[in-house]
Nanobody
Framework: QVQLVESGGGLVQAGGSLRLSCSAS????????MGWFRQAPGKEHDFVAR????????YYADSVKGRFTISRDNARNTVYLQMNTLKPEDTAVYYC????????????????WGSGTRVTVSS
């Protein structure tokens, strides 16, 4: 079992930045591809970004490419999402996810979820 706890969400103005953290416990995250998803009000969970087991490969949704950066520190059992140039449409609850799927893109591939952290971007 892996327990994931997100932090770092909050209210920010458009154009601002936030850094989300996902702290894992129970097992080392080095066994998992780690990802971030988000759920806007009234919408499904959308894929945001993923990072490979040791951080050598990353992949982003088109909507965040060039603005968000995912990283991981396996020694600290933590994953990060640096979000820059935030837009109102980035408003959502952001969820950390652990997966055994190499090319994680959808919720079906997630083995463990965090409980989420809310990000609100005001215009």
């Amino acid at each position: 079992q892996v327990q994931l706890v997100e932090s770092g969400g909050g209210l920010v103005q458009a154009g601002g930045s936030l850094r989300l953290s996902c702290s894992a416990s129970g097992r080392t995250i080095s066994s998992y591809v780690m990802g971030w998803f988000r759920q806007a009000p009234g919408k499904e969970h959308d894929f945001v970004a993923r990072i490979s087991w040791y951080g050598g490969s990353t992949y982003y949704a088109d909507s965040v490419k060039g603005r968000f950066t995912i990283s991981r520190d396996n020694a600290r059992n933590t994953v990060y999402l640096q979000m820059n140039t935030l837009k109102p449409e980035d408003t959502a609850v952001y969820y950390c996810a652990a997966s055994r799927v190499r090319n994680l893109l959808g919720r079906d591939g997630v083995d463990y979820w965090g409980s989420g952290t809310r990000v609100t971007v005001s215009s």
